[in-house]
């Protein structure tokens, strides 16, 4: 009896797993490997790492905490400019001192160029700032600073892995204000087993520099590469633990790259900076709406602009769509920068009514130039497109289309309408056709000379085209 009871004892404390799974996608922990991550749904993301250790006897008891009051005064948090206004914007007005960064993006988007004119710019601008390369050789840290025409920039280097040397230095180091880790995947704490760029690596390494940076006061910019599904794999797990998570993502094919706020302890999050790729970094754009529209060529049936908005920043775009008969089979909805339900929604409703039928042929719509819409404003100017498209006829030449369009067919207001209207009088366009004004107040001086077409609804716009 006292023998089995011993025999028991002994494999219960065999059977605590040394092991375990993690999928290296979202960061969940089974027991057992599978082909497909039960929470995220991906597959070939389950891995085995190494147990974290399991926390020991308490070193010392807790501390009394001292209770505050909610009522008092909170001074907004000290920021510093970066000095590149597309990234201070997405920021949320400058970088906040002793917050963490996480800028994500696939590998060879324009990262490490991004973060290294960030830190030379705020370098020449006289702060301390530290850029350490988990990827690259100091020699060739230098070569791009080099070629980008920032070698002159006061601005101190490391080539290191070692988030314990790292940290040393980040210890001693006085008045820093930035450093910039590139990229968190590269970085590996010695006391923890598993491999650099592992859910347990990333975690561990993150938090320790994330830790550091609170307790030094200086901002941290973690780089974080991201699968080509979309979604940040290992550094997904440091988006609870980081003050801002940025997105830096464009389409190879195009030289512009979008940087795109997911999340902001200190700021919108819904703004986005725009940047040229040119063979000297990257440059900002100040006026996205012309490169949209650059290569628009107008009295094209299919083509209409969409007078959008990218956080408080209105954006033109070319809105694109083609109709071909279908021989048979079901008809295909291929949709780029755009939601497929979305252009379902407005088929359905052009079809139903507005007696424009067009569900038996392939529907393919396109945002020029590779944006992503996520506003439902886009749904006036993805209909002018595809009316356009039915018909063979050119939308107005000179007009740029907004919004939101209901399952009866009515035409809802959006936000920000004089915005709009004004970034599309900047850029030349003299009609608008938009939903109908609630307030009549008085319009932009910009904008006084557009003809604003209202609509109320989708069949009225329809007419425009078969009329
Ligand atoms: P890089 O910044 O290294 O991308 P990431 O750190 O995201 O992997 O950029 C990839 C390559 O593109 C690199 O060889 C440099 C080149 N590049 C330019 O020539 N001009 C630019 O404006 C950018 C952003 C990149
Ligand atoms: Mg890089």
């Not at 696939?106 to 990827?135: C, F």
């Not at 393919?364 to 006036?380: K, Q, S, W």
Request: with cysteine.
């Amino acid at each position: 009896m006292s023998q089995s009871r011993h025999l028991l004892t002994n494999c219960c404390i065999m059977a605590k797993p040394t092991t375990r799974f993690v999928c290296q996608s979202c960061g969940a922990v089974t027991a057992k490997w599978a082909g497909r991550c039960e929470t995220c749904g991906e597959w070939n993301t389950v891995a085995e790492e190494p147990a974290e250790a399991r926390p020991g006897p308490a070193a010392r008891p807790g501390r009394k905490l001292a209770l505050e009051p909610l009522t008092g005064t909170a001074a907004p948090p000290p920021r510093r400019l970066v000095g590149i206004g597309e990234l201070d914007r997405v920021l949320g007005g400058g970088l906040v001192a002793a917050s963490a960064v996480l800028v994500g993006g696939d590998p060879g988007i324009g990262k490490s160029t991004l973060l290294l004119q960030a830190a030379a710019s705020m370098a020449r601008a006289g702060s301390r700032v530290l850029y350490v390369s988990g990827e690259e050789a100091v020699d060739q840290i230098r070569l791009r600073a080099r070629r980008l025409g920032l070698a002159d920039a006061p601005l101190s280097l490391a080539a290191s892995i070692n988030v314990r040397d790292i940290a040393a230095v980040l210890e001693s180091e006085r008045d820093l204000s930035l450093v910039v880790i590139d990229s968190i995947q590269t970085m590996w704490l010695d006391n923890i087993e598993s491999a650099p760029g592992t859910v347990t690596q990333v975690r561990a390494s993150g938090f320790e520099l994330i830790r550091i940076a609170k307790q030094r006061g200086f901002s941290l910019f973690l780089v974080g590469h991201v699968t080509k599904e979309g979604t940040l794999a290992g550094p997904r797990v440091l988006e609870h633990m980081v003050d801002a998570v940025l997105h830096f993502e464009g389409d190879r094919g195009h030289q512009f790259r979008i940087l795109r706020g997911t999340k902001n302890r200190f700021g919108a999050t819904d703004e986005i900076g725009v940047f040229e790729m040119t063979d000297r970094g990257l440059a900002e754009v100040a006026n996205p709406s012309a490169l949209f529209l650059a290569e628009r060529r107008g009295h094209i049936a299919g083509s209409a602009v969409f007078a959008g908005l990218e956080g408080s920043r209105p954006v033109l775009l070319e809105i694109q769509a083609l109709l071909s008969a279908n021989p048979g089979g079901s008809p295909r909805r291929s949709v780029v920068g755009w939601d497929g339900g979305r252009l379902s929604m407005l088929l359905a409703v052009l079809d139903a009514r507005c007696d424009l039928k067009l569900s038996a042929l392939d529907v393919y719509l396109n945002v020029a130039g590779g944006l992503r819409i996520t506003e439902p404003a886009a749904d006036l100017a993805v209909a002018a497109a595809l009316a356009s498209a039915a018909t063979g006829r050119p939308t107005h030449a000179g007009a740029v289309y907004f919004g939101e369009v209901g399952l009866s067919g009515e035409v809802r207001q959006v936000a920000q309408a004089d915005a709009r209207l004004k970034e599309a009088a900047k850029l030349g366009f003299e009609r608008a056709v938009l939903p109908r004004r609630v307030a009549r107040g008085n319009r932009a001086p910009a904008t006084e000379g557009m003809v604003l077409d209202e609509i109320g609804h989708l069949a009225d716009l329809v007419k425009q085209f078969t009329g």
